[in-house]
């Protein structure tokens, strides 16, 4: 029986695991849950669910939490998700945080002994040597939440890496594949959020229209997989219906395939290399008649390149760029700013902090704070 | 050091496995070939390669070549075709023989637990119970030389057969796959062997233009695999770039991608699930732009479904629709019959011969001797 906690049970992925774990109730099992402002959500869940812990963002919450609900053990904040992340009797880590909040609850479990199953993609974008070396250090498995990643671990399983000549992920392209780079100039919030294959959360889903999302893609199969980066690319394929793709020595491809269903990385990050039965879509070829690719083109998205270029010198550089993209991205979804600017502040932001060395935890957290709050304060938006 | 013995080395799959040997001499070396009457190919290929053993399908054949080349050791007919299958210090026959005539020496070689790479498909076809109960029982590995079982077998590498919901077999739809069943009336051999992606030896383009081939492999398939046929299913694929894809009870799909070069599935066939490396025309999906599928269409290729009801019946229907095939595949390209002819032909057989339950291996080849000689009897060609 695998014992699992969830840190951000309410969004996208926090509630599909749940759902996992509900169909499967005779392998997985959920000790804890953290769930943000999302009350709403969790008064109704507590209803029919009990754990051993259950934390939210404010204490205020958990005070009115804890008159409802007697019984249930609740904490709050920081402190509350951390307590949450190394949880004794949990042997798994579900991490569907958003943004750079995940980092420190990660690297706290894997200290604690607790394999991940990591959906927050900036906990490697932002740490990635940092958080496997400590892997490496605990002896833990952390497999990602995330159709490329899991695509890739599939198509790598029975396989060895040494003999891996390229990994080859694939891109939707966002909402905004078919438009000009003149028509991005005004296009809406409401716009932005339809995504053409897949139903996500907001932050991924204006990620994957800026392509900022791949580029933290290619960074995390980086880390990941330990490939350099010569050897990953990316490709437009708008169906997504092939997930990603891993080319060995030989010039064989192996890719994984399949309807757009988180579930399937979620059980594979679970269980995997086991499978769990799962019913749904199917692909029918006889339907499907055709997949298309072409080359990704990187003026009409420049964040892409820019963001890579950033990952190839380390340092500082994707502290930098993912804390100007969380602020960016949040004051888009507010209509402080329009799209692109998420790129401009992204780029001023890079280009206006001096590159750094190596950094501890507690610088990143730092300069990933002061950054937020700079580019927030010029729109006058809070942290 | 893998030992080996290649039957049928001058044919296509067996001149690419000598070519997979020579750049791979640290771990692979051939030890003895056969060749039917490519006596030219031979006297050229000996000039510079001496083995333990080389054996011809003529008498007159192997006297004239131990007087070219007195220090090599030579043999002749189906008794020195079964001393190659079984050559004591060989640990891995390749039988890369075209039709019925590869089942004996298969099964000789299994006895003798020997691994088997098998291009010859026609083994598993007429055969496939006999020869997998013999594997078992003698403990060795049978791999498939053939592009789409090799993919199957990588998709299925690392991963559990009984997690497996079904199989896609991808078909190109062979060399008249854009014409209608009335052009079909007046094709030309030459046609015929035009081949839209693969350059194969004439049989197998042959049952590719019919889809005999196909039907086949589904067939090696439910052999191979131990999979009921509902599982296998067949799509036209016509880039011939996916192979061929497992799905999985999670609605996974695996599939493995390539540009047509039969070296791979050879490779993986001798060392795998090792692969080694292999210089060639790689997969540029940049440029590649699109994979397209459709449908099967069974009364454009009636030989298919007309097969696979065959298969399910057992007894001794293969071994009929094989020896029709065959028959009359040599006909045709004799030019003594016309292409439509061919799917006549083994329809006739199947419906004037009668069913017969499970036969021995002698009543098998016997059946097989007799169909061909009436087929060929019938339009004046000898065996």
Redesign the interface.
Known sequence: MKKIVILGASGSIGVQTLDVIAQHSDKLVCLGISVGQNIDWLKKHLIHHSYKLVVVKNQKDRDELSQLFPLQEFDYGDNGLLKLAILDEADTVVNALVGFAGLVPTLKAIEKGKDIALANKETLVVAGKLVMDTVKQYKVNLRPIDSEHSAIL??L????LD?VSRI?VTASGGSFRDKTREELKNVSVKDALRHPNWSMGQKITIDSATLVNKAFEVIEAHWLFNLPYEKIEV?I?KESI?HS?V?????????????P?MR?PI??ALCG??????S????N??I????????LDESFYPCFPMIIKAAQKGGNQMVIVNAANEAAVQLFLNEKIRFLQIEEIIKECLESIPYKEIMSIEEMVQLDHAIKQSVLNRYKETV
Not at 247 to 259: H, K, N, P, T, V
Not at 280 to 283: D, M, N, S, W
Not at 288 to 295: C, E, R, T, V
């Open positions: 599939q198509a399983q029975g396989n060895s003999e080859i490709v394929h092939i793709m080319e060995y020595f030989d010039g064989s491809i192996m890719a994984q395939l399949g309807s269903d399937v059980q594979y290399p086991s499978r769990l039965p799962l749904g879509q199917r692909l070829f006889n499907l008649s055709q997949l298309n690719f072409k080359p």
